[in-house]
Every structure is written in structure tokens, then in C-alpha cells.
């Protein structure tokens, strides 16, 4: 009797795991695809500031309310859209090419404002080095590559050298940053991205 109740049973939680593996694979899977169409479609913007044009790209300006914006940091490797520090506010960034129209095509410099040295217990001397952001941004059309509009921001001012500061790691130097200009940006952009 305990066979053909167990029997059942253990069928039913099989199956409950395939289902359940089945969703999660394909859930995984689906996330993986909009990754990687999210990806192309930065790759793809990433030319813009190099002035070549998207041609699948959305014309700027549109008849929308919102006009969507891709920021892009000059790297040693060029501009790349995935790149830490400056980010896309809310709501602003295109969900595919054709509803990208604007690209921030964003250049950061960093300028010394001061090097602080110290000397380690062990006799051995550590450098800090305070810098201020200095960043500039043009925005460019998506679609043409036209410039649209350019500015440069200056970041905040970084703390002032301690009279004792902590090297970790055998790194000897350090960089003490301000803050990046991040809210004056967004405040510029909106004139063009939200009409």
C-alpha cells in the first residue's frame, strides 16, 4: 500500500524539480540574451563619440518627452558605456538602439592638487597625492554623431593630507579623489533629455 502512495508522490516531486529547473535555466538563459543585446547596443553607441553615427539609432529630437541618453567615459581602451563613476541617472538610459538618441561622450582628468609625504615605521616613504576631477562632456546625436552641446564640470575638493594616513598592501601611493561632478552633469543634461 506505502509502494503505490510513495511511488506517486516521489513522481510528483521529479517532475516539481524539473519544472522548477526547467524555469530557472530559462530564466537564466533569458537574462543572459538581454545582457548581451544590452552590451551590443552599447558597443554600438560607443562610436558615436567618435562622431560616427547609429544609423538605427532614434533622431534627436524626437516627439517624445524623454530624449533616452547613453554616457560613455573615455578609457586607455577608448570610450566604453560599462565603466564605474559616472552613471545614467534613473530612468534616462535607452533600452534598445532605436530608442537611443543622445550620447554623453564623457572625458575625465584628474588635476593634483597636492602630494603629502610620510614615513613608514619601517623607514620606507608613502606618497598621497590629492586630486580634483575636472570633466568634460559633449553630447552628441545618436543617430548623426552631430555635437548637440559641451561643457567641462570640476568635482569637489578631496579631505585635506591627515598627520597620519595608512598604506595597505605595500602600495606606497595613494590617490585621495574628490568628489565627480555627477549631480552638475545630470542638471546640464536635463535641458536636453527631459524637454
Not at 567615459?73 to 559616472?86: I, L
Not at 609625504?117 to 548623426?144: F, M, N, P
Not at 570640476?154 to 568628489?179: A, H, M, V, Y
Request: net charge negative.
Amino acid at each position: 500500500m506505502k509502494k503505490r502512495i510513495l511511488l506517486p508522490l516521489l513522481a510528483l516531486v521529479v517532475l516539481a524539480g524539473v519544472v522548477i529547473g526547467g524555469k530557472a535555466w530559462l530564466d537564466e538563459r533569458e537574462r543572459k540574451a538581454q545582457y548581451q543585446a544590452r552590451r551590443e547596443m552599447e558597443t554600438r553607441l560607443e562610436a558615436v563619440c567618435e562622431s560616427e553615427g547609429v544609423a538605427e539609432a532614434a533622431a534627436y529630437p524626437s516627439a517624445r518627452d524623454l530624449h533616452p541618453v547613453l554616457y560613455v567615459k573615455q578609457t586607455t581602451v577608448g570610450f566604453r558605456a560599462n565603466f564605474s563613476g559616472y552613471r545614467t541617472p534613473e530612468g534616462w538610459g535607452p533600452q534598445t538602439l532605436a530608442d537611443a538618441e543622445l550620447v554623453a561622450c564623457i572625458v575625465e582628468d584628474q588635476v593634483e592638487l597636492q602630494r603629502c609625504s610620510y614615513t613608514l615605521e619601517d623607514g620606507r616613504k608613502g606618497t598621497i597625492i590629492r586630486v580634483q576631477y575636472q570633466t568634460a562632456v559633449t553630447l552628441r546625436a545618436a543617430q548623426t554623431g552631430e555635437v548637440i552641446a559641451a561643457n567641462e564640470f570640476t568635482g569637489g575638493i578631496p579631505r585635506e593630507c591627515s598627520d597620519q594616513e595608512t598604506f595597505k598592501d605595500n602600495k606606497l601611493t595613494r590617490s585621495l579623489g574628490g568628489t565627480r561632478p555627477d549631480e552638475a552633469i545630470a542638471e546640464w543634461l536635463r535641458t536636453y533629455v527631459e524637454p
